[in-house]
């Protein structure tokens, strides 16, 4: 039985072997034309077969195929595709077929990347800070999500200089309603009192906000009527999909909850009626 074993693995061998020394291979470098530089991924093909490869980081390839004459194709995407006529290849034998491409200015004019800071972390507010002409100071949504706070009126509480006042409006420096100015992504909003010149914190849950940036010194960019100064809050930009979001919060009283001696009314079947 094993000698059938050994029979079989050799006569594989030996056939893998004559089969690769009866193909042939085409190899070459292909780069742009008028540059020294190559060109990394083109694709390789041989028409008429089911064979092909792509260059390597150098911009070198080896197709292998069997012995004939083909025609070779390289594409890529941005360059002209060029195909090369009357390729012989010999067995056991490289042909060398070095190609130069052309960029193509119908299809690709221009390549443009758009791209945009990130405003809701820790080391972005800080740079913000750091390059502003005026006092600032600021809260990111990385650290508001890490304070567990639920609104705005909960969060704004850590920034140096703030207080709030009822639970819901905002001073700085410690001045009254009138030397305070909150702004909505830095344009004027009108508050649910028309007697108080800040906008009611808590109406705002903290998942919408980018960042929470209070500016304590006047600029020429920013409204007159304060003194003490204002309250930038920067929403989110509109999602580009949609999004579901789950949130779950909890609270809990050393008064109230697992106490025993908490006084109560025991109640009645009759409550429902109103006595």
């Known amino acids: 039985m094993w000698k059938k074993f050994w029979f079989l693995v050799c006569g594989n061998v030996c056939l893998s072997l004559v089969l690769f020394a009866q193909q042939g291979r085409v190899v070459g470098t292909v780069s742009e034309s008028g540059a020294t530089e190559t060109i990394i991924g083109v694709n390789v093909m041989a028409e008429g077969e089911n064979a092909g490869t792509n260059t390597d980081f150098e911009g070198d390839y080896v197709l292998g195929l069997n012995p004939g004459t083909y025609t070779i194709t390289y594409s890529f995407l941005g360059f002209q595709t060029k195909a090369i006529e009357g390729v012989v290849v010999k067995s056991g034998e490289a042909t060398q077929v070095d190609v130069t491409m052309e960029a193509s200015q119908d299809i690709l004019a221009a390549v443009v990347v758009t791209a945009s800071a990130r405003e809701n972390t820790e080391s972005a507010v800080l740079n913000m800070q750091r390059n502003s002409g005026v006092v600032m100071d600021g809260l990111s949504a990385q650290s508001i999500r890490r304070a567990g706070a639920s609104t705005i009126a909960s969060a704004v509480r850590s920034v140096p200089g703030v207080s709030v006042q009822g639970g819901k409006y905002v001073y700085v420096r410690g001045l009254g309603d009138r030397y305070s100015k909150s ?13 108080k010149n800040t906008v009611q914190m808590d109406i705002f849950p903290t998942n919408i906000l ?66």
């Open 183 to 195: 702004i909505l992504n830095g344009m004027d909003i009108p508050g649910l009192d028309p007697d």
């Open 210 to 275: 980018e960042n929470l940036i209070v500016i304590k010194s006047a600029s020429a960019d920013l409204p007159a009527d304060f003194t003490g100064g204002v309250v930038n809050i920067v929403t989110k930009d509109i999602p580009s999909e949609k999004r579901i979001g789950v949130s779950l919060s909890a609270g809990f009283n050393p008064e109230m909850h697992l106490n025993n001696n908490y006084v109560s009314d025991p109640g009645s079947n009759t409550d429902f009626l109103g006595f």
